[in-house]
């Protein structure tokens, strides 16, 4: 599958390969946050899940710094620990929701700002999907990776994430109501 | 291929940018080393705590230990309970039997924490309270199953966004920066977190602690 950057600024904020040996927790913390945001609330629909699940990762960065900063790909760790994070987030997302049917608490602060019925839509739709697929599809529009880079940072092989990908492609083509090209 | 390809980079551009204008709550107004001066104090009132409280806790009980020093708490409507200790630790839990979770909620007296770490003012105004701390009639705050904690009263608040995570206990951002709390989650936890405390010599020091799960 053709991987496209979306821009090229979130090319090079959400970029994996940032090397950071001689770089602070602060400086990968302000590269990594909104890129994260970004992708946890493109698996998880919720802001304040996005916002939980990479404040967590990187609280998680944070407690271990010394051992993660001497990794290869530092950013390869965090995304995998946010997709991990993301799944099991989802019971907890769903207690919330009770509490928040019980007309207990405001939901007007959780909006995820200006994204438009449209695209919500759309990522509706990839989090219909396995969560497998939902992870492959997230990570290669989200974060503009390629399938070698997709494999790494979920742990499987190369084969499987083009697996997952033509067949989150082919369920979204039905689901969105586009045209598969064969 | 290619109007799915434009569809999704579209989708995900939408969310780039729109994640651009959230602010970063919890980190704009500190730094790393703010963080870990932060919650040192929190971190020893949970070692404290669980010397406390686990007794009660190991022995089955399902309210604090009233002869350790927490006063008797009174269950409200959802099950919920709070006990607040005479040192100036506010424990509050929810508790839903043997097969259910048990969830604590475990710091220093909720005003005291916030008053350090806060302007107590915002406080009252976000959980619509006239006092302080915000209170209703059966205790400070409920803690549900998935960590979400509520002070009831005319107006509830959400005051933090508990989280429960693999680890023995969890540190949390609120919609507010500056206010961390730590949580356990199960009374093994807290047997295995007292073993941790002993094995650091009661002297915590973040990086000592190993949350990472």
Redesign the interface.
């Known amino acids: 599958m ?1 991987v ?1 950057p ?2 090229s600024e ?1 090319d090079t904020e959400a970029s994996v390969d940032v090397t950071i040996d001689r770089v602070s ?2 400086v990968f ?1 302000s590269e990594q ?3 994260l ?2 992708l946890a ?2 698996v998880s629909g919720s ?2 899940a ?3 699940l990479a ?2 990762t990187l ?2 960065a ?3 710094w ?1 051992r993660i900063r001497q990794k290869e790909n530092p950013g390869t760790w965090v995304r995998r620990m946010l997709l991990n ?1 993301a799944s ?1 987030h989802y ?6 929701a ?2 928040l049917a019980k007309g ?3 939901v007007d ?1 959780v909006e ?5 019925g449209d ?1 919500d839509r ?2 509706a739709e ?1 989090r219909r999907l396995p969560r497998r697929q939902v992870e492959v ?1 997230a990570l ?3 974060e503009g990776l390629s399938q070698v880079e997709i494999a790494r940072v979920l742990g499987i092989s190369k084969e499987s994430v083009n697996t997952h990908t033509r067949r989150a ?1 082919q369920t ?2 039905t689901a ?1 109501g ?4 064969v | 291929m290619k109007t799915l390809d434009r569809t999704l980079e579209r989708a995900a551009s939408g969310v780039s940018e729109a994640s651009r204008r959230i602010p970063d709550r919890a980190w704009q107004a500190r730094n790393s080393r703010q963080v870990r001066r932060a919650l040192t104090p929190l971190v020893a009132a949970l070692l404290v705590f669980a010397l406390v409280g686990i007794p009660a806790l190991l022995l089955g009980s399902d309210r604090p230990d009233v002869s350790s020093g927490v006063t008797a708490p009174e269950p409200n409507p959802e099950g919920a309970w709070t006990g607040q200790h005479d040192e100036g630790f506010t424990l509050a839990g929810s508790l839903h039997g043997d097969d259910g979770p048990t969830f604590f909620f475990i710091g220093r007296t909720l005003g005291a924490l916030l008053d350090e770490v806060f302007d107590r003012d915002f406080w009252r105004g976000y959980a619509g309270s006239t006092t302080w701390p915000p209170t209703d009639e059966s205790g400070d705050l409920n803690v549900y199953e998935d960590g979400t904690v509520t002070v009831r009263g005319d107006k509830v608040a959400r005051l933090f966004r508990l989280t429960h995570t693999d680890g023995p206990f969890a540190l949390y951002w609120t919609d507010a920066p500056g206010v961390e709390i730590l949580m356990v989650s199960e009374a093994s936890d807290i047997a295995e977190l007292v073993r941790r405390a002993e094995a650091i010599d009661y002297s915590p020091d973040l990086e000592d602690i190993n949350l990472d799960h």
């Open positions: 053709r496209i979306v821009t979130m927790f602060e913390y946050r909104r890129p945001m970004a609330y493109a802001r304040i996005a916002e939980d404040q967590e609280v998680a944070y407690q271990s010394d994070k099991s019971r907890r997302r769903l207690a919330e009770r509490v207990l608490v405001g602060r995820f700002p200006e994204v438009t695209i759309i990522w990839v599809i290669a529009y989200m492609r979204l083509a969105l586009l045209e598969e090209e």
